[in-house]
């Protein structure tokens, strides 16, 4: 019967339960008194008192709120009975008001007779009982009464002295003595409480308002310099950045004034040699014609085939001339790096040498030539051939990092895929899986790329997918039941997505044996319909489709490249 004796109660200690306020008190500690009075845990020692209890402390407020059950039970006369008891009991379904009474009774007569005294007329009552909606069974100014001697008397006794501070061991000493020269009542022990009291709680209000007040102005003091640490933080952060961005103007207007100073003198110089060969192209002909006036003069008879010939050498002449221009023009064109726009980014893929499914032919040759042209139109290219799965996550993590709000994203990949259970995943070269399952975690879901594109905050996206060929698990004993060719999908706003052949179909790689191009229908067709100038991507797209149905018809086959369309305005490959 000797379980935990928290001696931790209430000390009303040096303040009575109705001097304190309940508006941030909890449900869970909220006392209601039988004479419908409330006070608040928090603010009685008596609630607070702690324990050392084999590893730590604990007091009634730490153990209260959690359990079903929860009593105290005290004696119902803390005067006449030979020891001031009280005990705590808490948890269990089977806890009942009878067996903490019989419990607390049994513990006075066994303690009584330890210290040889009489437990007679000593009988223990229920002071604090969580499962009802009044948690005290006597009003507050009994229970106040009751509490506080039995602080008095444990303090008195030495139990747990160190947590009561000095002006509450002085207050409860003065109770103590008071209390019993009191006859026995609850109003006449309030009394007495609250004259012992009065004063210290005076001294003690008026310390705490202090003591508030210093608060204060120190969280004043202490707002007010984080307020102005703050401001000069801030403006000379204004400073810094009004200078970085004249000096960035200031480059930027020297460099454009560079690049405008170098494109004039080129533009001159091609005009200079323009006008060379014009000027060499009019002598040509007026010695030409010199050369036919003089035949005229000496041979009449020979006017006509003199003149076709004069004509056929003005011509070959003429042929030679455009050339040497178009020559030279190519050449500066070739010379000079293409221009690369800031808001436009590729990522190019092509895998050819797959370790554990078959291997394919076209694919590194596809994504060379496609990086080259979007190169050409002014993209940032990022090409990756033969990318293991390793390889080809981390370049997407890479690549999405570059993605800006705004930007336009050109996406392409030439090589293996599969869909599984309606969605479509590229294969990296050392793709092992066993499973769908395991296909699916170490293969690249297509969705995941342009669900990136999209939280970057892409403006225009276009994803070319160049991977309708046949299942490359199909005849190797794998559990992966992927039928020929992608999914349909859906595009989100702002993208455009195309397959390299319909669902089901199968994209050709040659146009038939004699066939000697290096790359598949499909990229062969976009790298030309691409360069042309002043033809929106939509329109490019279409013109692939058509193009690609026309030339696979021509060897007896059925491809036509699938469009999921869903941009909003127009975009240009070439303006």
């Given at each position: 019967?000797?379980?935990?004796?928290?001696?931790?109660?209430?000390?009303?200690?040096?303040?009575?339960?109705?001097?304190?306020?309940?508006?941030?008190?909890?449900?869970?500690?909220?006392?209601?008194?039988?004479?419908?009075?409330?006070?608040?845990?928090?603010?009685?020692?008596?609630?607070?008192?702690?324990?050392?209890?084999?590893?730590?402390?604990?007091?009634?407020?730490?153990?209260?709120?959690?359990?079903?059950?929860?009593?105290?039970?005290?004696?119902?006369?803390?005067?006449?009975?030979?020891?001031?008891?009280?005990?705590?009991?808490?948890?269990?379904?089977?806890?009942?008001?009878?067996?903490?009474?019989?419990?607390?009774?049994?513990?006075?007569?066994?303690?009584?007779?330890?210290?040889?005294?009489?437990?007679?007329?000593?009988?223990?009552?229920?002071?604090?009982?969580?499962?009802?909606?009044?948690?005290?069974?006597?009003?507050?100014?009994?229970?106040?009464?009751?509490?506080?001697?039995?602080?008095?008397?444990?303090?008195?006794?030495?139990?747990?002295?160190?947590?009561?501070?000095?002006?509450?061991?002085?207050?409860?000493?003065?109770?103590?003595?008071?209390?019993?020269?009191?006859?026995?009542?609850?109003?006449?022990?309030?009394?007495?409480?609250?004259?012992?009291?009065?004063?210290?709680?005076?001294?003690?209000?008026?310390?705490?308002?202090?003591?508030?007040?210093?608060?204060?102005?120190?969280?004043?003091?202490?707002?007010?310099?984080?307020?102005?640490?703050?401001?000069?933080?801030?403006?000379?952060?204004?400073?810094?950045?009004?200078?970085?961005?004249?000096?960035?103007?200031?480059?930027?207007?020297?460099?454009?004034?560079?690049?405008?100073?170098?494109?004039?003198?080129?533009?001159?110089?091609?005009?200079?040699?323009?006008?060379?060969?014009?000027?060499?192209?009019?002598?040509?002909?007026?010695?030409?014609?010199?050369?036919?006036?003089?035949?005229?003069?000496?041979?009449?008879?020979?006017?006509?085939?003199?003149?076709?010939?004069?004509?056929?050498?003005?011509?070959?002449?003429?042929?030679?001339?455009?050339?040497?221009?178009?020559?030279?023009?190519?050449?500066?064109?070739?010379?000079?790096?293409?221009?690369?726009?800031?808001?436009?980014?590729?990522?190019?893929?092509?895998?050819?040498?797959?370790?554990?499914?078959?291997?394919?032919?076209?694919?590194?040759?596809?994504?060379?030539?496609?990086?080259?042209?979007?190169?050409?139109?002014?993209?940032?290219?990022?090409?990756?051939?033969?990318?293991?799965?390793?390889?080809?996550?981390?370049?997407?993590?890479?690549?999405?990092?570059?993605?800006?709000?705004?930007?336009?994203?050109?996406?392409?990949?030439?090589?293996?895929?599969?869909?599984?259970?309606?969605?479509?995943?590229?294969?990296?070269?050392?793709?092992?899986?066993?499973?769908?399952?395991?296909?699916?975690?170490?293969?690249?879901?297509?969705?995941?790329?342009?669900?990136d594109m999209n939280e970057r905050g892409a403006k225009f996206t276009l994803a070319m997918i160049d991977a309708c060929r046949d299942n490359p698990f199909k005849g190797s004993g794998r559990s992966v039941a992927g039928g020929r060719g992608l999914?349909?999908?859906?595009?989100?706003?702002?993208?455009?997505?195309?397959?390299?052949?319909?669902?089901?179909?199968?994209?050709?790689?040659?146009?038939?044996?004699?066939?000697?191009?290096?790359?598949?229908?499909?990229?062969?067709?976009?790298?030309?319909?691409?360069?042309?100038?002043?033809?929106?991507?939509?329109?490019?797209?279409?013109?692939?489709?058509?193009?690609?149905?026309?030339?696979?018809?021509?060897?007896?086959?059925?491809?036509?490249?699938?469009?999921?369309?869903?941009?909003?305005?127009?975009?240009?490959?070439?303006?």
């Amino acid at each position: 019967m000797k379980k935990l004796f928290i001696s931790i109660l209430l000390v009303l200690g040096v303040y009575p339960l109705s001097v304190f306020a309940q508006s941030d008190c909890s449900s869970a500690l909220m006392l209601r008194f039988d004479d419908g009075s409330t006070g608040c845990m928090t603010d009685s020692k008596f609630f607070s008192i702690k324990r050392n209890i084999s590893a730590g402390s604990v007091s009634v407020i730490d153990t209260v709120v959690n359990p079903e059950k929860y009593y105290i039970a005290m004696t119902k006369n803390p005067k006449t009975c030979p020891i001031n008891y009280m005990r705590t009991d808490w948890g269990g379904r089977n806890l009942t008001q009878s067996n903490i009474l019989n419990r607390c009774e049994d513990e006075i007569a066994d303690r009584a007779l330890k210290q040889n005294k009489s437990p007679a007329g000593c009988e223990c009552e229920i002071v604090y009982d969580k499962t009802r909606s009044k948690n005290i069974t006597l009003s507050k100014p009994a229970f106040e009464a009751k509490t506080r001697a039995w602080l008095a008397n444990i303090q008195k006794s030495n139990q747990f002295a160190d947590q009561f501070t000095d002006e509450e061991k002085k207050s409860n000493d003065l109770f103590l003595a008071e209390f019993m020269k009191q006859p026995d009542g609850a109003s006449s022990s309030v009394a007495t409480n609250q004259a012992a009291d009065k004063r210290l709680q005076e001294e003690l209000l008026k310390k705490q308002q202090l003591d508030q007040k210093e608060k204060e102005l120190a969280e004043k003091a202490r707002i007010e310099k984080e307020k102005a640490l703050a401001e000069e933080k801030r403006i000379a952060q204004e400073i810094a950045s009004k200078g970085q961005l004249d000096k960035d103007a200031a480059n930027k207007a020297r460099l454009d004034k560079e690049k405008s100073i170098a494109e004039e003198k080129r533009i001159a110089q091609e005009l200079a040699k323009v006008q060379a060969l014009e000027k060499e192209k009019a002598d040509l002909i007026a010695k030409l014609q010199l050369e036919k006036d003089a035949r005229e003069k000496a041979a009449s008879t020979k006017v006509v085939s003199d003149e076709a010939r004069i004509l056929a050498l003005r011509k070959e002449l003429e042929k030679e001339i455009r050339a040497s221009i178009q020559s030279e023009t190519s050449t500066k064109n070739a010379s000079a790096s293409p221009k690369v726009f800031a808001n436009r980014k590729a990522l190019v893929i092509g895998n050819d040498s797959y370790q554990k499914v078959s291997s394919l032919a076209n694919a590194r040759e596809d994504a060379k030539v496609l990086a080259e042209s979007l190169n050409s139109l002014g993209y940032k290219v990022t090409l990756k051939l033969d990318v293991t799965e390793k390889q080809f996550k981390s370049e997407l993590r890479s690549f999405k990092n570059q993605v800006q709000p705004g930007d336009e994203v050109a996406l392409f990949y030439a090589g293996h895929g599969v869909q599984i259970a309606s969605t479509n995943y590229l294969l990296p070269i050392d793709i092992g899986g066993q499973s769908e399952e395991e296909v699916k975690d170490e293969a690249v879901s297509l969705q995941r790329l342009l669900d990136d594109m999209n939280e970057r905050g892409a403006k225009f996206t276009l994803a070319m997918i160049d991977a309708c060929r046949d299942n490359p698990f199909k005849g190797s004993g794998r559990s992966v039941a992927g039928g020929r060719g992608l999914a349909p999908t859906t595009a989100a706003t702002g993208q455009m997505i195309v397959f390299s052949a319909g669902s089901g179909q199968q994209a050709l790689d040659k146009l038939g044996p004699g066939d000697k191009s290096k790359n598949g229908l499909f990229t062969r067709v976009f790298v030309k319909e691409m360069q042309k100038a002043g033809v929106s991507v939509d329109r490019v797209v279409r013109n692939v489709r058509s193009e690609v149905v026309s030339l696979a018809k021509s060897v007896g086959h059925d491809q036509v490249p699938a469009i999921y369309d869903q941009v909003v305005g127009e975009f240009y490959f070439r303006q």
